[in-house]
Nanobody
């Protein structure tokens, strides 16, 4: 059984900081990419940031310079450090894990999602 669990959401005033954590457990295989997505009410889910297994990172333009993504490959965990938060960052944040596992003579790819954690930025 694979589990992906986020933690660290909450409410903060504009300009504040939050730190989201993601922990993947179970027969997760080899995690190739760990990412954070968010979905605000009435909007589509969007990629916020992701990080590959060689620590290559990618950010959506609206968070570049404010958010930092990192991961611990040995522990299958990830962090999204969010600074200088703005009201428009308010959303449910989801951890996304893309992994591979050997299957017979080939490799299978898997995608897992966490349950989401609410981030609210408001004065």
């Amino acid at each position: 059984q694979v589990q992906v669990v986020e933690s660290g959401g909450g409410s903060v005033q504009p300009g504040g900081s939050l730190r989201l954590s993601c922990a993947a457990s179970g027969d997760i295989g080899s995690i190739n990419v760990m990412g954070w997505y968010r979905q605000a009410p009435g909007q589509e889910r969007e990629l916020v940031a992701d990080i590959t297994d060689d620590n290559t990172t990618k950010y959506v333009e609206s968070v570049a310079g404010r958010f930092t993504i990192s991961r611990d490959n040995a522990k299958n965990t990830g962090i999204l450090q969010m600074n200088s938060l703005k009201p428009e960052d308010t959303a449910v944040y989801y951890c996304n894990v893309r992994s591979t596992r050997p299957f017979l003579s080939t490799t299978r790819r898997y995608i897992y999602w966490g349950q989401g954690t609410q981030v609210t930025v408001s004065s």
